[in-house]
Nanobody
Framework: HVQLVESGGGSVQAGGSLELSCTTS????????MVWYRQAPGKEREMVSR??????PPTYADSVEGRFTTWEERNTFFLRMTDLQLEATAIYSC??????????WGQGTQVTVS
């Protein structure tokens, strides 16, 4: 079993930045794809960024391309968000996906832009 714990959420003014972290209980990068999702009130969950286990460059939702950056270091998966807009208000969750056993989710962290 793998635990994912997000941190770094909070409140920020429009145009500001935040950096989210997703720490895993053991090293799974290279075995699992790592994904940041967000779900805004009343909306469906959407993929924000995806980092494959193969090491290819991460991909981003069109709405965040150029403003959000994702990377991993050791046991932590990061999402740096810049120029945040009101529509970025959501619960952000990280997930480990892919392969036959990668199916883990963090508890989510709230990001509020005002």
């Amino acid at each position: 079993h793998v635990q994912l714990v997000e941190s770094g959420g909070g409140s920020v003014q429009a145009g500001g930045s935040l950096e989210l972290s997703c720490t895993t209980s053991r090293y799974i990068f290279g075995m699992c794809g790592m994904v940041w999702y967000r779900q805004a009130p009343g909306k469906e969950r959407e993929m924000v960024s995806r980092m494959s286990s193969s090491g290819t460059p991460p991909t981003y939702a069109d709405s965040v391309e150029g403003r959000f950056t994702t990377w991993e270091e050791r046991n932590t998966f990061f999402l740096r968000m810049t120029d945040l807009q009101l529509e970025a208000t959501a619960i952000y969750s990280c997930a480990a996906e892919g392969g036959s056993w990668c199916n883990y989710w963090g508890q989510g962290t709230q990001v509020t832009v005002s």
